[in-house]
């Protein structure tokens, strides 16, 4: 098994569009989350989200922009920082061994809701004509691997809010076992369309308005949780075989390590703590890892009352009483719910917070919850925490559940 460094990160999110900016906002505890001021917002009835500030028009020509939803506009303008910031030689590559992995739950979410606007709302049967072309789930892959004339597996995993996260641990696989020497591999999610909020406002899983602070609306782990609030965004990492990348003097950001999926069952939409904890243990034997051997821990933590109870028990039947001194950080109280990006988001500010010794904080964290007693980096970043491994979690409704363990850089 070879072992699997990442050389290169891009990112467009609510936190910035850069891995610096990103991690900066992170760091600060600076909220990307916001009243969402949309011609539609009147029409929810908590108008929050998370956005990314992201004009696609800078980056592509005007007849390729025709064709790109906005989730493929930022996931490609993330591969293209990512792979720049790795400076591969791509043409000297063989781009057979180079692959695309992305994650993504809802694809071309705006796509899809202008064109049943057009539908039914208008009564028109005059609908765009890249409409497939702009909401398939798998448009953002394969711009990406267009962009860059990249011709190994093109592949995309639409497993709800662990997509990006599952996209990572395989093509991270691919790589460990030799059938890659590069992957590009992340998520990108663009859901913040009436017709997406709608639905996920009938689940009623989405955060009320803190009427105090409408930025400080997502709790995770607080007493005073009230659920989540969607953002949008890209975050790709550049994966590669580690003897390669030293051998051509790549800058390493860190590996991955160890990558875990289970399938849990016992309901579509509730979690469970087995069920999460299984997840966990998978990535912990990818790795060869003890459970001890882990520093710090990437908490999925949306902030609803089913999800960050259950997480908590789940890190405990793993951890067992070695919990309670674990770091842990949910940093969707700032970047909001990527759903399909989510993993990416968060395994990309894992790595930098590995690089910078530091623990993220989990912000507006200020009502104790009995059931959730952990160390869960309250309100403000701690410095000076050198993890060497982090375990980053995803779990997703479908019962798809991944975790990645994180290594830092030698």
């Given at each position: 098994m070879r072992r699997v460094a990442v050389t290169g990160l891009g990112v467009v999110s609510p936190l910035g569009n850069s891995p610096a900016a990103a991690f900066a906002s992170a760091r600060a505890g600076r909220s990307g989350i916001h009243r969402l001021e949309a011609p539609y917002a009147h029409r929810l009835a908590g108008p929050l989200a998370a956005t990314a500030d992201f004009d696609g028009t800078p980056y592509f020509e005007p007849l390729k922009?025709?064709?790109?939803?906005?989730?493929?506009?930022?996931?490609?303008?993330?591969a293209?920082?990512?792979?720049?910031?790795?400076?591969?030689?791509?043409?000297?590559?063989?781009r057979r061994r180079i692959g695309v992995f992305l994650g993504t739950g809802?694809?071309?979410?705006?796509?899809?809701?202008?064109?049943?606007?057009?539908?039914?709302g208008d009564q028109s049967d005059r609908i765009k004509p890249f409409t497939v072309l702009m909401g398939m789930h798998n448009a953002p892959a394969a711009w990406i691997g267009m962009e860059h004339d990249l011709r190994g597996p093109n592949l995309t995993y639409s497993t709800a809010c662990s997509s990006s996260a599952v996209a990572i641990?395989?093509?991270?696989?691919?790589?460990?076992?030799?059938?890659?020497?590069?992957?590009?591999a992340g998520g990108a999610e663009a859901p913040l369309s009436l017709g997406?909020?709608?639905?996920?406002?009938?689940?009623?899983?989405l955060a009320a308005i803190d009427a105090d602070d409408p930025s400080a609306s997502c709790k995770p782990f607080s007493g005073n949780r009230s659920g989540m609030v969607l953002g949008e965004g890209?975050?790709?990492?550049?994966?590669?075989?580690?003897?390669?990348?030293?051998?051509?003097?790549?800058?390493?950001?860190?590996?991955?390590?160890?990558?875990?999926?289970?399938?849990?069952?016992?309901?579509?939409?509730?979690?469970?703590?087995?069920?999460?904890?299984?997840?966990?243990?998978?990535?912990?034997?990818?790795?060869?890892?003890?459970?001890?051997?882990?520093?710090?821990?990437?908490?999925?933590?949306?902030?609803?009352?089913?999800?960050?109870g259950v997480e908590t028990a789940a890190?405990?039947?793993?951890?067992?009483?070695?919990?309670?001194?674990?770091?842990?950080?949910?940093?969707?109280?700032?970047?909001?719910?990527?759903?399909?990006?989510?993993?990416?988001?968060?395994?990309?500010?894992?790595?930098?917070?590995?690089?910078?010794?530091?623990?993220?904080?989990?912000?507006?964290?200020?009502?104790?919850?009995?059931?959730?007693?952990?160390?869960?980096?309250?309100?403000?970043?701690?410095?000076?925490?050198?993890?060497?491994?982090?375990?980053?979690?995803?779990?997703?409704?479908?019962?798809?559940?991944?975790?990645?363990?994180?290594?830092?850089?030698?």
């Open positions: 922009l025709r064709m790109l939803d906005r989730v493929s506009q930022m996931a490609v303008q993330a293209n920082e990512a792979l720049a910031a790795a400076h591969l030689d791509l043409v000297r590559a063989d809802m694809g071309g979410s705006q796509t899809s809701d202008d064109g049943y606007r057009t539908l039914y641990g395989e093509g991270s696989m691919r790589i460990a076992h030799g059938e890659l020497d590069v992957a590009i997406s909020l709608k639905a996920w406002e009938a689940l009623r899983t890209a975050a790709m990492l550049v994966l590669e075989d580690r003897n390669r990348a030293v051998a051509r003097g790549a800058t390493i950001w860190g590996e991955i390590a160890g990558y875990g999926f289970a399938n849990d069952t016992s309901h579509i939409t509730r979690p469970s703590a087995e069920g999460q904890a299984a997840a966990m243990a998978a990535a912990l034997e990818s790795a060869a890892l003890d459970p001890d051997a882990i520093d710090a821990i990437n908490a999925h933590g949306t902030g609803t009352q089913a999800n960050d890190i405990k039947a793993v951890f067992g009483p070695r919990a309670n001194r674990i770091p842990i950080s949910a940093t969707k109280a700032l970047h909001g719910h990527l759903l399909g990006a989510a993993g990416a988001l968060e395994c990309l500010l894992a790595l930098l917070a590995m690089r910078h010794e530091v623990a993220l904080p989990t912000m507006h964290l200020h009502v104790a919850d009995p059931g959730c007693d952990l160390d869960y980096v309250p309100n403000r970043a701690r410095d000076g925490v050198a993890a060497r491994t982090t375990l980053s979690s995803s779990f997703a409704f479908g019962g798809a559940n991944a975790a990645l363990v994180l290594r830092a850089a030698a």
